[in-house]
């Protein structure tokens, strides 16, 4: 199973940009799917955007699109989020997650997923 690690949270003021990191070690990460969550004091963990390792398909929720893009770094098994034009509204705890690439569908419930990370915090300011 893979483990993941995040990196590069912090604070910003609204309409600036952030690029957080997830390391993926343990595991044949050709095989996976990896998603950005984040979740937010008193609300339920929520699905960002998701990357198939094989190929590179990607999804974003609606709130992620034209604003952040997630990538992946073949050689150093990492996958980045880069965000930009924050908002107050995006500031939460990140994780990276990851589960097994199989079929064709696109999963976004956090039970999809069988590996996390321990999270990152991004704050955005007004």
């Known amino acids: 199973q893979v483990q993941l690690v995040e990196s590069g949270g912090g604070l910003v003021e609204a309409g600036g940009s952030l690029r957080l990191s997830c390391a993926a070690s343990?595991?044949?990460?050709?095989?996976?799917?990896v998603a950005w969550f984040r979740e937010e004091p008193w609300k339920e963990r929520e699905f960002v955007a998701s990357i198939k390792w094989s190929g590179g398909d990607t999804y974003y929720s609606d709130f992620a699109k034209g604003r952040f893009t997630i990538s992946r770094d073949n050689a150093k098994n990492t996958v980045s989020l880069q965000m930009n034009s924050l908002k107050p509204e995006d500031t939460a705890v990140y994780y990276c997650?990851?589960?097994?690439?199989?079929?064709?569908?696109?999963?976004?419930?956090?039970?999809?997923?069988?590996?996390w990370g321990q999270g990152t915090q991004v704050t955005v300011s007004s």
């Open positions: 343990g595991g044949i990460v050709s095989r996976y799917v």
């Open positions: 997650a990851a589960r097994g690439a199989t079929g064709t569908t696109i999963k976004v419930a956090r039970n999809d997923y069988i590996s």
